[in-house]
């Protein structure tokens, strides 16, 4: 029988959440917003000499639940949704708990 959520290898309690983190709405919002804050004041905290350089700008990109395929070196693969923060042409940055 088909999977009705069209996910392929994933746990039913994945399923069952919206995320790996199991976080929606307000929380969600809090959390991504107490991040960001903390990347800003991280930031603020080098000096030019030591501050870590971006190759690429970060664009916001605040998703609950966003279907990431990891494909293993054996072959098999798992579909997991994770939370995107943001992504760059350099790639995407995602919050997931295993």
């Known amino acids: 029988m088909p999977n009705p959520t069209g996910l392929s290898n994933t746990s039913d309690?994945?399923?069952?959440?919206?995320?790996?983190?199991?976080?929606?709405?307000?929380?969600?919002?809090k959390l991504l917003d107490q991040l960001n804050a903390q990347g800003l004041a991280d930031s603020e905290s080098h000096t030019p000499a030591t501050a870590k350089k971006r190759d690429?700008?970060?664009w916001e990109f605040r998703k609950d639940a966003v279907e990431l395929q990891i494909e293993h070196p054996g072959g098999s693969s798992v579909t997991i949704r994770v939370i995107c923060r943001n992504l760059s042409r350099g790639g995407a940055s995602v919050l997931h708990a295993s």
């Open 13 to 29: 309690s994945q399923r069952a959440r919206l995320n790996s983190l199991n976080v929606q709405d307000k929380s969600l919002k």
């Open 56 to 58: 690429f700008a970060r």
